[in-house]
């Protein structure tokens, strides 16, 4: 699972395989090792929410928590949504923007991703 974090939008990314995981398990998770030892890590978690009504966050003792409510989860994972994101008030800076989306192969390759477990880029048929 990738995390993009810029201000206060974050935005999570999810492989083939890490759709299916969190369809069947209701949660999957990441973990990025700040040094060698793993002493320092963020966690980042997304999570089926039976009791909300909303896509929310959390973030506690290094860990965020994405909870999907129980109907939007059902939704992106057995349909061909791409994404899902909670609203926010564009004129309130202090509000956080949560994206979660399929990550598709990316239409030019580059080195050292691997990429097999991605969805199909549905423009990759449109590239010349």
Known sequence: MKLRIKENTLRFRLSQGEVTEFKEQGTVRSITS???????????VLQRC????????????NMIVVNVPAATADEWTDTNLVGFNNEVDAKDPSDLFIL??????CLHKRPNEDES????NPLADLKT
């Open 50 to 61: 039976e009791s909300c009504d909303l896509l929310q966050a959390t973030f506690s003792q």
């Open 117 to 120: 477990d991605n969805f199909p």
């Open 34 to 44: 700040f040094n060698l030892s793993g002493a320092q890590q963020l966690i980042y």
């Open 100 to 105: 979660v989306e399929k990550d598709f192969q």
